[in-house]
């Protein structure tokens, strides 16, 4: 059997460690991944992923990452339930087994205003400037 997931999205809100009960790390945190396609109005949809990482990791996740920070996640779906007030709750989650920061430290603010360098390239001096300069927009890369 395989029970395999990898994700790249933003997340959602500053992760906040916790402890377990025997003192492990915990983090859990939703993660905004695109799809691929727009809906019928030409909009972007994503979905809200649950996901939950523990001990270093946790603890590197909370004091390196910030909201709408780009993380790629692996790990494994786990599914639980609980009993609550009204009635039996359903959880379905990955587990993390590895989380990437895939954005340097305050790279949000350099992408808003373009480098000295950036602004003196051209098509003229780079054949492949314009492509890769629209690569580079779409948030739609599969990786």
């Known amino acids: 059997m395989m029970n395999r997931v990898i994700l790249v999205g933003r997340i959602t ?16 945190f ?3 991944v695109n799809r691929q396609f727009s809906d019928q109005s030409g909009e972007k949809q994503a979905d809200f992923i649950q996901c939950v990482v523990w001990r270093k990791q946790a603890e ?15 790990g494994r ?14 959880v379905t ?5 590895s989380v990437q920061f895939l954005e340097s ?13 950036e ?5 003229d001096n780079d054949e492949f400037y ?9 948030e739609d890369l599969p990786f």
Do not use: H
């Open 30 to 32: 939703t993660l905004a």
């Open 130 to 138: 314009e492509t890769s300069k629209q690569l580079a927009a779409e």
């Open 77 to 90: 779906i786990q599914t639980r339930q609980y009993e609550a007030e009204n009635g039996t709750r359903y």
């Open 93 to 97: 989650e990955v587990v993390c087994d």
């Open 119 to 123: 602004e003196t390239r051209t098509a």
């Open 105 to 117: 430290k305050g790279s949000n603010q350099q992408d808003a205003e373009p480098t000295i360098k």
């Open 13 to 28: 809100k500053d992760p906040e460690v916790k402890s377990t009960q025997s003192n492990i790390p915990v983090v859990t």
């Open 60 to 74: 590197n996740l909370a004091r390196f990452v910030k909201k709408g920070a780009l993380l790629g996640v692996e």
